[in-house]
Structure formats: structure tokens, C-alpha cells
């Protein structure tokens, strides 16, 4: 089956989520919107992807590579061998067509919500501490920590000691929660750093950037104790197999 | 920054931001300021487009004076930006944030 997958790069209701990157590789339960969607495609059957993402087309091309890694071909924005195609446009995912992505805010957080069990229950590694918490693989929790379902959390996150997470709240991979942090209603992007005691509720944290999510407020926090990129080490494994598995000849 | 006294409170306006560069200055100018009529401490943040840690600072040594002294501070009408901050660092539950 070939797709023609039509991405949007940004979208009125929520500026914020493309100010880094294009829209459709901004953080979505684990992965990116984008992989979540090829994924979906390709256990629909699909072989062959043209991906179209306007100006950016190029950018996400990057992201995904060949497309090898969910057993599909993927192809720049050039339609002319997918006559009679299906078209996918990227305003929700296949695995939930009637739940719309990007109309706010509010509506993207509760899409998250709404399907974070389904995607936890898939993603391999990830364990159910108890009922409705999830945990990804090389993530250490305080003892101390209270968690409390819905709750996400991902490979490689660090939860201190008195720290609060959750309900509904999603922390994205590789992110550390400092000693007594706070993350109720919210979701800590990938590579995250919250400072101790900080607290975020219906909130988007990336970085240095904070997101309310019922305004739409966004504001760089200046002060790297607070919130901030969590710094990486200088080698690591995962990360350059992050980096290269796209490229790998792996069959 | 402009100071100046309604009956029993100081008010202080003109705010452009509250940071390292003018924190000291805020904080010293307000707490010469406070004399033994003042009860409450009124800070206008409605054209304040920036705070960081120091400008939070020297709002909490402020509070801590005006508590000392048994009065209160106020926090006027923050932007959304300045509201945020305040949250992250759970300081809207020290001071009293009230949007006019």
C-alpha cells in the first residue's frame, strides 16, 4: 500500500510545539508524533511513504531517514509514482483517527493522556510499576517518590528523592527531576532538566522553555537551576545508536 | 522603578524588568522607603517583562522584612510570562498575586 503523508509543520493553535523543530517531531509519548504515525501506517499495511512537510520537508526527511526502521520506504514530497494513493494528513494519528492532535493546547495534552496506556502497553521495556504508572528501562526512582497514575515516564529519567509525578503526567526520556520537584497535569520533554523544588502543572517543560498549557504562555526560563537542558554526557552508546541506527544497513 | 505612598501602602511601579542588573537597587530602594506607616508593599509587575532568580530574591527579602514588621507584600497584575516563573518556583503561594 502507498501513503502520500502530508505533515503539518505548524499550526495556529499551538505555535509553541514548532518553535524548536518541526511540529510533527515535537515530543509525543515516548517518540515523536511523526514515528507514532509511521508506525500506525505501517501496521496498516503501507509500504511505500511521500512524505510532504512543506519548507521543512527536508528537516523531517532527516528525522526518519529511509524509514527502514518501521519497514517502509520513504520518499521525498514527489507524488508522481502514487497515483491513486491513500492520503494521510497528520492531524491525528492512524492508531486514533477521531483524536485530534493540534487544536490547542489542552487538546494535544489530552490526546497524550488519552492514549498513553495503549502506547505504554507497546513500547518495549516499559513496565507498570503499579496500576496506570508506567516506567521506561534505565529510569531510577527515589524510594520516596510519590507517583500516581496516569503517569508516563521514560528510558533513562532520573526522579529524586520527595519528588511528586503525576497524575497525568508524561516525563520524556532522558529528563531528570530534581530532589522535591512537582510535575502534576504536565509533560517534561525529552532531555529535560527540572531544578529542585520547581513545580509545573498544566505545563509543558522542554528545555528551558515553559509552557502553560490552558493560556499558551511561553516563557524561557533564564535561570538553568530552575529549568534547563539536563547536559548530556560526553559518550554515550544510546546516543549514537540514536543517531546511526537510521543509517545502518540492519535488514 | 517609582515609589511612592498611598495611606499605610508603598507602592512601586515602573518595572521594565527584575533581574540581576536592578535587583539589589529594587530591593534596597523599597526597603528604604518602608517607613513605620507603611503595612503592605504593593509591587506593580503589569509592565515587568522579565524575572529571574536575583529579582525573585530580592521580592522574598522584602517580604521577609514586611513580615518581620507584621504588614504584607502584594504582587500586581504579573504578565503571563512573570506568572509562570512565579509558579515554577511555587512563590505564588508566599506572595499574594492579585490580578486588577
Given at each position: 500500500m502507498k501513503v502520500i503523508l502530508q505533515c503539518p509543520v505548524a499550526v495556529v493553535g499551538v505555535p509553541a510545539l514548532s518553535r524548536k523543530r518541526p511540529l510533527v517531531l515535537?515530543?509525543?509519548?515516548?517518540?515523536t508524533a511523526l514515528a507514532h504515525t509511521l508506525s500506525g501506517l505501517s501496521g496498516e499495511g503501507a509500504k511505500q511513504i511521500c512524505l510532504q512537510a512543506g519548507e521543512r520537508t527536508a528537516e523531517v526527511l532527516r528525522a526518519v531517514g529511509a524509514g527502514e526502521v518501521w519497514g517502509l520506504k520513504i520518499t521525498g514530497?514527489?507524488?508522481?509514482?502514487?497515483?491513486?494513493a491513500r492520503r494521510f494528513i497528520l492531524d491525528s494519528l492512524p492508531q486514533a483517527p477521531d483524536l485530534a492532535l493540534w487544536t490547542s493546547y489542552p487538546v494535544w495534552f489530552d490526546a497524550q493522556m488519552a492514549l498513553l496506556e495503549r502506547m505504554a502497553r507497546q513500547r518495549v521495556g516499559m513496565r507498570e510499576l503499579r496500576p496506570g504508572v508506567f516506567v521506561g528501562l534505565r529510569t531510577r526512582l527515589a524510594p520516596d517518590a510519590r507517583l500516581t497514575g496516569p503517569l508516563w515516564i521514560g528510558d533513562n529519567v532520573f526522579i529524586g528523592p520527595g519528588s511528586v509525578v503525576g497524575p497525568q503526567a508524561v516525563v520524556e526520556d532522558d529528563s531528570y527531576l530534581d530532589d522535591g520537584s512537582e510535575v502534576v497535569e504536565s509533560i517534561v520533554g525529552p532531555g529535560t532538566y527540572a531544578g529542585s523544588f520547581t513545580e509545573l502543572r498544566r505545563s509543558f517543560a522542554w528545555g528551558r522553555d515553559l509552557l502553560?498549557?490552558?493560556?499558551?504562555s511561553l516563557t524561557e526560563v533564564q535561570d538553568r537551576f530552575l529549568l534547563s537542558e539536563a547536559a548530556a554526557p560526553k559518550f554515550s552508546l544510546t546516543r549514537l545508536w540514536k543517531q546511526w541506527r537510521h543509517r545502518l544497513p540492519i535488514p | 522603578m517609582k515609589l511612592h505612598h498611598s495611606p499605610g501602602v508603598l507602592v512601586v511601579t515602573g518595572l521594565q524588568e527584575l533581574n540581576a542588573t536592578n535587583a539589589a537597587s529594587v530591593r534596597d530602594g523599597v526597603r528604604g522607603a518602608v517607613?513605620?506607616?507603611?503595612t503592605g508593599v504593593d509591587i506593580d509587575l503589569?509592565?515587568?517583562?522579565f524575572v529571574d532568580s536575583s529579582g525573585l530574591g530580592a521580592l522574598i527579602s522584602i517580604h521577609k522584612l514586611m513580615l518581620a514588621r507584621g504588614g504584607h507584600v502584594r504582587v500586581l497584575n504579573p504578565i503571563h510570562a512573570v506568572e509562570q516563573v512565579f509558579e515554577v518556583t511555587r512563590l505564588n503561594r508566599l506572595f499574594e498575586v492579585v490580578k486588577i
Open positions: 515535537s515530543p509525543f509519548l515516548g517518540q514530497p514527489d507524488e508522481r509514482d502514487f497515483a491513486g502553560q498549557l490552558d493560556t499558551g | 517607613t513605620s506607616e507603611v503589569s509592565k515587568t517583562r
